[in-house]
């Protein structure tokens, strides 16, 4: 292969990074399938058992390794990956089919696992590809173990980016410290757990590249521009050059930003908060300034769970998020299973209908420690929305605890579908607040897949837009909140069009604070306007695009360029 060569994954991590190659995994071979003696039944299964127990020390000492470098509330990550290693689902099936099928362990895990994988991948929601991810990532663990593999370790000398097919969480965590400033895998998506865990360690990472480490060699140069998802390998001196000089810049302007203003050129306070996916980015959030929690997903602390955790449990975790950001607001969601869709408020089955008063219950009960409110996703009907209120009265008058049923509580709802936007108005008699959810709203207003990496949706098309500004209009002429929570507001080149829409609250990963906050103070909110209405008249979203950056240039552009953004 040609040297520059040029790839392109999913931004997962913001950041540059620059750095020779860590190719790790490639030594793997294939899993070998055997049949085996009714003999060696037992000692397969003593091998395998002696797997697992090595598989789960490893694991174990990740997330000790975890605990000691950032506190013990990043541990949850690693919990479910050890519960998958005493799971009869995973690991008895395992031993039943050594047992029954006389195979060896290799091709007994593998069988288990692809079986437990297939309705996961069957669905078309991230959260359950992801899962399915998972459980790879415990295969991989084992395999290593049943062939005596080693793990790889970081290299001792200078910094190194990371190149991998997939990383497991417990290797992200062992392997995602210095010397390794960069991570590059060919698969993983923006929501897998590692992809997680680069952006709380603060390492660019770019994933879902494909195939590639067989296209690259140890030490060869590396550059992983972790904003725009592109990865260059055997770049020349100048652009390594420009590269490093991308980086520090990026490094210092993340120092200096840390405490600085959301105020537009103009005089308008924006509001900005976190979205947030575990208890453990709660202190990043604070630390980089965020006014609150705009979007807590809470359907992440159900991991690979088979179902949520019971409401004693929540409520420790909402409490712990809600006291440690007090007196900031936090919205919790509630669980968004996306392509499952069993915990919408309506049309629930038994089961579904008390798990979601579960969660109502421990929200309501923390809602005493501090700011809180409440929001549905994926609302696409009226009668739905009446629904899920009617829910929250029920749990409320059944509480016994009189604080919680005091509580003040403010029920929204997130305008992600279609008609939901359509019809914003009459949802405005209803929601106490919107927040609008541009990644699916512009998925499912264009009808594309949000699993398709390279589909088209892209929240700047005039469509979509004109739904966002159905939806501002609505929540402003009914004097109620609308914040922006989907990646558009995380975009440092659309959240001058989301400004100019009329969105003053937005809320974007914790990563993204900083920028999101200098992006607002060169923004003139009159000049955004008169944008924004010409958006509209556009015809795509790569026209609306080029007209934003050549309009909003004169006060974005030094700080686009200075980030290498556009
Ligand atoms: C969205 O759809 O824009 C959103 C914020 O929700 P999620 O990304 O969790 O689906
Ligand atoms: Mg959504």
């Given at each position: 292969m040609t040297r520059p060569a040029r790839f392109k994954g999913i931004a997962a991590s913001i950041g540059v990074a620059v750095g020779p190659a860590r190719v790790i995994g490639r030594e793997r071979s294939g899993v070998s399938n055997r049949r085996i003696e009714e003999a060696a039944v037992s000692s397969e299964l003593a091998r395998f058992e002696q797997a697992v127990s090595k598989s789960r020390a490893e694991i174990e000492a990740a997330k000790q390794e975890l605990t000691d470098r950032h506190g013990s509330t990043y541990a949850p990550i690693l919990d479910v990956y050890l519960l998958m290693h005493a799971d009869a689902l995973l690991i008895g099936a395992t031993s039943e089919a050594i047992r029954n099928d006389r195979i060896n362990a290799e091709w007994a895990l593998s069988r288990v696992t692809e079986r437990l994988k297939k309705p996961l991948l069957e669905d078309a929601s991230s959260y359950f590809q992801e899962r399915a991810r998972d459980i790879d990532h415990v295969q991989d663990h084992l395999l290593r173990h049943l062939r005596g593999e080693q793990r790889s370790e970081p290299a001792t000398d200078g910094p190194t980016i990371l190149i991998a097919h997939d990383l497991t969480p417990a290797d992200a965590v062992h392997m995602l410290a210095p010397p390794t400033v960069g991570l590059v895998t060919e698969m993983g998506a923006g929501s897998s757990h590692t992809a997680i865990l680069a952006r709380t360690f603060g390492v660019p990472a770019v994933v879902g590249v494909g195939p590639l480490a067989t296209e690259i060699e140890d030490d060869e140069l590396v550059l992983v521009d972790g904003f725009a998802g592109d990865v260059t390998v055997g770049a020349s001196p100048q652009e390594r050059r420009a590269a490093e000089a991308r980086r520090d810049r990026f490094t210092a302007f993340l120092a200096a930003e840390r405490s600085t203003s959301a105020v537009t050129r103009d005089g308008v306070s924006i509001s900005i908060m976190a979205n947030v996916e575990l208890p453990s980015e709660v202190q990043a959030a604070l630390e980089n300034g965020a006014e609150g929690i705009g979007l807590y997903r809470t359907e992440f602390m159900c991991l690979d769970r088979l179902e949520p955790p019971c409401e004693d449990d929540q409520l420790e975790v909402y409490r712990a998020v809600v006291s440690a950001m007090a007196p900031r607001r936090v919205v919790f969601r509630t669980f968004d299973w996306r392509g499952d869709k069993r915990l919408r408020a309506h049309d629930l089955g038994e089961r579904e209908r008390a798990w979601l008063k579960i969660q109502i219950n421990a929200v309501l009960r923390a809602s005493g420690d501090g700011s809180v409110a409440l929001m549905f996703p994926m609302v696409s009907t009226l009668e739905e929305f009446l629904r899920a209120r009617a829910l929250v009265e029920e749990c409320r008058s059944e509480l016994s605890d009189e604080r919680a049923r005091l509580a003040e509580l403010p029920v929204g709802m997130m305008v992600e579908v279609p008609s939901a936007a359509l019809l914003a108005e009459r949802f405005a008699q209803h929601a106490d607040f919107f927040a609008v959810g541009t990644n699916d709203l512009a998925h499912y207003t264009l009808a594309f897949d949000r699993r398709d990496r390279r589909s088209a949706a892209k929240p700047l098309d005039p469509a979509v837009l004109g739904l966002l500004q159905r939806a501002i209009t609505a929540a402003t002429e009914a004097d109620m909140p609308c914040s922006m929570c989907g990646d558009m507001a995380a975009d440092p080149v659309a959240l001058g069009l989301a400004l100019g829409l009329g969105y003053r609250q937005i809320s974007v990963p914790v990563s993204v604070l900083p920028l999101a906050?200098?992006?607002?103070?060169?923004?003139?909110?009159?000049?955004?306007?008169?944008?924004?209405?010409?958006?509209?008249?556009?015809?795509?979203?790569?026209?609306?695009?080029?007209?934003?950056?050549?309009?909003?240039?004169?006060?974005?552009?030094a700080l686009w360029k200075e980030q290498g953004i556009v």
């Open positions: 906050r200098a992006v607002v103070r060169n923004v003139d909110l009159e000049i955004a306007a008169e944008v924004a209405r010409d958006a509209l008249q556009c015809t795509s979203a790569d026209e609306v695009r080029e007209m934003v950056v050549e309009r909003l240039d004169p006060h974005l552009g």
